[in-house]
């Protein structure tokens, strides 16, 4: 089992930053990769981006890349978005999840998954 809790969501206006963590707890000691995705009103829930265990093979969506990076840091048990160009079509519940094994792009890839951090964007 792997708890996940997301920190860092908040106001911001149009072209400002934010910078999420999800920090990982229970059976962490095995390879898992961690992704984040997100769920506006109205919308279903859609990947964003995704790091596997080594921190080295990582994914972004189309829409969040060159503006969104996903990071790790394997001692702190803890993944980053750091989110820059922010626009209001960014404005979601923005949720990290992990799996074990190499990284998924979709919804039923992850079986754990944080309680959500809210993110809005005003123009």
């Known amino acids: 089992q792997v708890q996940l809790i997301e920190s860092g969501g908040g106001w911001v206006q149009s072209g400002g930053s934010l910078r999420l963590s999800c920090a990982a707890s229970?059976?962490?000691?095995?390879?898992?990769?961690m992704g984040w995705f997100r769920q506006a009103p109205g919308k279903v829930r859609e990947f964003v981006a995704v790091?596997?265990?080594?921190?080295?093979?990582?994914y972004h969506a189309d829409s969040v890349k060159g503006r969104f990076t996903i990071s790790r840091n394997n001692a702190k048990n803890t993944v980053y978005l750091q989110m820059n160009s922010l626009k209001p079509e960014d404005t979601a519940v923005y949720y990290c999840?992990?799996?074990?094994?190499?990284?998924?792009?979709?919804?039923?890839?992850?079986?754990?998954w944080g309680q959500g951090t809210q993110v809005t964007v005003s123009s």
């Open positions: 229970g059976r962490t000691d095995s390879q898992f990769s």
């Open positions: 999840a992990a799996r074990y094994g190499t990284e998924g792009s979709t919804i039923d890839d992850y079986n754990y």
């Open positions: 790091i596997r265990w080594n921190g080295v093979n990582k």
